[in-house]
């Protein structure tokens, strides 16, 4: 059995030394262009000419849970396409976003302001009710920050694309339910996968729907947000803020305008990182459950793009 490794901007050698450790049956080695076709391949956006040259791959692993880049090659058909599931990302995640939403409604970026001046000033408290969180997108990643948010009692609410039943969360799906669910939502979080669907779904229309003073935390792909909208509705006020890790362009530009917005908070793409050693155990497990001939979790469906 060969595993080629293939990565944009990325060493390919630790995963080939961690891969090999994991599965000595395997041989392991980092693609260059001409290398013989393996039977498994690992990547991260690789370009054209590897898929072109490793035409008879079993699957290919994507070592991200989102799959866009690699949808936007020519794959073929038959090929096999595997996301990372969980492999340690939910909970960070939903650190991540818990941290944003508690960040803003107890306003510790005024405390820390007033840190800088040495001044003892309380905020008054405010009313959790007020603050309810909507998850748009509630795959392996939303569910789980959904159900984090709930530890802290905030009313929260979620969006998928096929109706669902979360205790204690109110559901919203499909393009009808998607007013509704704007319209009950003040702290709103993307965690969508990037589809032709949902490219740009974030934008004057969508969130001017959100509650006035409504808070937007966008962690999935720079391309669902229309960075001028979001920007135009915190200037008129409508929108108080945003916790932004994901951007159209990354590294986001020297000159962007975001990094001088005094209500914007910038991460750079590092709310749920892709962990090396539980990454190839997944890995390894579902290459062994395929030779067994068993289903796998996390196969992309590409007419759904994800
Ligand atoms: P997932 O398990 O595939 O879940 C996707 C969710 O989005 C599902 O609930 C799905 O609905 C919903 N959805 C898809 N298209 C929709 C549409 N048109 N309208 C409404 N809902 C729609 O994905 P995941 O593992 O949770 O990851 C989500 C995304 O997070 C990834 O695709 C990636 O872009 C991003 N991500 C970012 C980072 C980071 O560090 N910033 C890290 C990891 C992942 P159904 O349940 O009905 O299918
Ligand atoms: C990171 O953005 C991922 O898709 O895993």
């Not at 490219?199 to 959100?210: D, G, P, V």
């Not at 709310?271 to 068993?294: P, Y």
Request: net charge neutral; proline share 7%; charged share 20%.
């Amino acid at each position: 059995m060969n595993i080629t490794i293939c990565f944009d901007k990325l060493p390919p050698e630790p995963w080939v030394q961690g891969l090999q450790q994991a599965f000595p049956q395997a041989s392991v080695s980092a693609w260059a262009p001409g290398a013989p076709v393996a039977d498994h391949a690992i990547v991260w956006a690789p370009p054209q000419q590897f898929i072109d040259e490793q035409r008879g791959l079993k699957a290919l692993f994507n070592i991200g849970a989102g799959v866009d880049a690699l949808l936007q090659l020519k794959l073929p058909p038959s090929l096999k396409v595997v996301r990372l599931d969980d492999a340690g990302m939910s909970v960070q995640m939903a650190e991540y976003v818990c941290h944003a939403v508690i960040r803003h409604f107890r306003e510790f970026d005024g405390y820390d302001a007033d840190t800088q001046t040495g001044k003892w000033s309380y905020r008054k408290p405010r009313s959790r009710a007020d603050f309810a969180v909507g998850v748009m997108g509630l795959g392996v990643l939303g569910e789980r920050v959904a159900k984090a948010l709930q530890v802290f009692d905030f009313p929260v609410n979620g969006y998928s694309r096929s109706a669902k039943n979360l205790p204690g969360i109110r559901c919203f799906s499909g393009a009808q339910g998607l007013p509704e669910f704007l319209a009950a939502t003040r702290v709103l979080v993307n965690l969508m996968p990037l589809t032709p669907e949902t490219e740009n779904i974030l934008n004057q229309s969508t969130l001017s729907q959100l509650q006035k003073g409504g808070y937007v935390i966008n962690v999935a792909r720079g391309r669902h947000l229309v960075e001028e909208d979001l920007i135009t509705l915190i200037d008129s006020g409508h929108l108080s803020g945003a916790t932004l890790d994901v951007f159209r362009t990354e590294p986001l530009p020297a000159e962007h305008p975001f990094w001088r917005h005094p209500q914007i908070i910038v991460t750079p793409h590092t709310s749920a990182r892709t962990l090396r050693e539980e990454s190839i155990t997944q890995i390894v497990g579902k290459i062994q459950a395929l030779q067994r001939g068993e289903a796998i979790n996390g196969v992309v469906d590409p007419q759904r793009g994800y």
